[in-house]
């Protein structure tokens, strides 16, 4: 498998689904098949990329969260890069509160009990 083909496999289904936010579950898999398939090669940055800005536009910043967690326990090259986005994350540099990256509405109301 080559992650340079899934990239541009992924990024041409993204075009076609732009605008149609019911086709966002079916890309999300799309993409967690090829992270399944290619996304411990060394090389995989650009496909981990890729799909953390599908979860940033759609504004799923848990998914997002969760995706950096996942990507900066495998050894890449883009591994600098990853930590440093998931650093500014949670820091507060991105716009979504620091609640929202680490546990679902649920587990936030079981806290504050």
Known sequence: ACVDLWVHYLQAA???AD???E??????????RGIEA???D????????L?????????QWQKLGELLRRAAAIPMEGLPAVRIRLRSLVMGDASPPL????????E???LGT
Do not use: I, K
Not at 23 to 32: C, P, S
Not at 51 to 59: D, K, L, N, T
Not at 99 to 106: G, H, M, N, Q
């Open 23 to 32: 086709l966002q579950e079916g890309l999300r898999q799309l993409f967690e």
């Open 51 to 59: 799909y953390f800005h599908f979860e940033e536009r759609a504004g």
């Open 19 to 21: 605008g149609q936010p």
């Open 14 to 16: 993204m075009t076609l």
């Open 99 to 106: 609640e929202d990256l680490c546990c679902d509405a649920e």
């Open 42 to 49: 060394w090389r995989a940055f650009p496909l981990w990329d």
């Open 38 to 40: 290619v996304g411990r």
């Open 108 to 110: 936030l109301r079981s």
